[in-house]
């Protein structure tokens, strides 16, 4: 069954989100606050993104106004790759609770499992890729931190009151599987990259076992990666015959038909986007279903094609090889 919430851990978050990802500070505080006005409930935010002073602008005007309450929204955060050590991980959610101006978080996540050396608050702050951008050859400096010693530091802000959940970011099965070994605090989460090129199928059946809810990064596939130069425009699914096709015999956009195809399997999806239009189209998704011909032309798509790849950005943009995807 198709619906509008998914259950996290004993709560319920919405489905449909919207995702932060490139939204620069200028904008997000209107942005989240005309969200909220259109119908959002839950934001996925994170340090990375360099914008979450700006989201809890527009978060705590939005409550001020009374347009929703603190416990009808759903804010999801990450831990960012150099916070990695036990030592850093509450001070590191502390910074976000204070730049989103909340008193706790719905979600917390281990944004990727690659652990970054530590570079502190003063020195840079969100610190990226790079541990040292003014040196004369910048370059990812990794950390070595197992995952399990962070993935305790996380357990402790459930414990602490200061998040409601925790789980993970970019993980494959195999990590998925050990995590399960070690967890004290089940999982609640696993955010990955997933659209009809890349349906992920194993990786969704392993999280299915466990129980563990999944959400859908990047659900309408390469739009996002073209203005980073990822991907070609070529590479749209918004523009594939298929997608098109289909669009046109339901009476919806094809943004609507990818969406639809993930909130089918299961999936929670937070699609960005700037343009109010497009944040409402994305939002109505719950008037129409897929048949089997829809979904088989939509599986017809599937190509392995992964555009948010540490294998491939981090050698070309931050001279450092360092796969996560086999
Ligand atoms: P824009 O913000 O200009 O609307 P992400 O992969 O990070 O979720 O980003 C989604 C990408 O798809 C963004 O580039 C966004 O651009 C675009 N987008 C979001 N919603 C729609 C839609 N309904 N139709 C077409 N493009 C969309």
Not at 124 to 139: G, K, L, Q, R, V
Not at 248 to 271: D, H, M, S, Y
Not at 278 to 300: M, V
């Amino acid at each position: 069954m198709t619906t509008s919430h998914l259950k996290v851990g004993s709560a319920s978050m919405p489905a449909l989100g919207l995702g932060l990802w490139k939204v620069p500070p200028s904008a997000a505080s209107a942005m989240v606050y005309d969200a909220i006005s259109e119908g959002y409930r839950h934001f996925d935010s994170a340090c990375d993104y360099g914008n979450e002073p700006a989201v809890g602008e527009g978060l705590a005007r939005a409550l001020r106004d009374g347009l929703t309450a603190r416990d009808a929204l759903w804010v999801t955060s990450k831990l960012w790759n150099t916070y990695h050590r036990r030592e850093h991980v509450r001070a590191a959610c502390e910074r976000s609770l204070r730049d989103l101006k909340l008193d706790y978080l719905d979600l917390y996540l281990i944004h990727f499992p690659i652990a970054l050396r530590y570079v502190d608050f003063e020195t840079c702050y969100p610190p990226e890729w790079i541990f040292d951008p003014s040196a004369p050859n910048p370059t990812m400096v990794l950390d070595r931190v197992p995952l399990q010693e962070t993935w305790e530091a996380m357990e402790a802000l459930v414990t602490a009151g200061l998040v409601k959940a925790i789980g993970v970011c970019n993980y494959n099965t195999g990590l998925i599987h050990d995590l399960m070994n070690y967890a004290t605090v089940p999982p609640a989460m696993l955010q990955v990259e997933m659209h009809p090129q890349l349906p992920q199928h194993r990786l969704l059946k392993t999280a299915q076992s466990y129980g563990l809810p999944v959400t859908a990064f990047s659900p309408l596939g390469a739009g996002s990666y073209v203005e980073l130069s990822m991907a070609e425009a070529g590479d749209s699914l918004l523009q594939a015959d298929p997608v098109v096709a289909l669009a046109r015999r339901f009476g919806k956009t094809p943004a609507q038909v990818l969406l639809r195809w993930g909130l089918e399997r299961g999936t929670a999806l937070i699609p960005k986007s700037t343009r109010p239009e497009r944040r409402r189209e994305n939002l109505e998704l719950f008037d129409f279903a897929l048949d089997e011909d829809a979904k088989a032309a939509l599986a017809a798509l599937e190509t392995g094609r992964r555009f948010n790849d540490p294998g491939d950005f981090c050698a070309d943009a931050f001279h450092r090889f360092h796969a996560i995807y086999d």
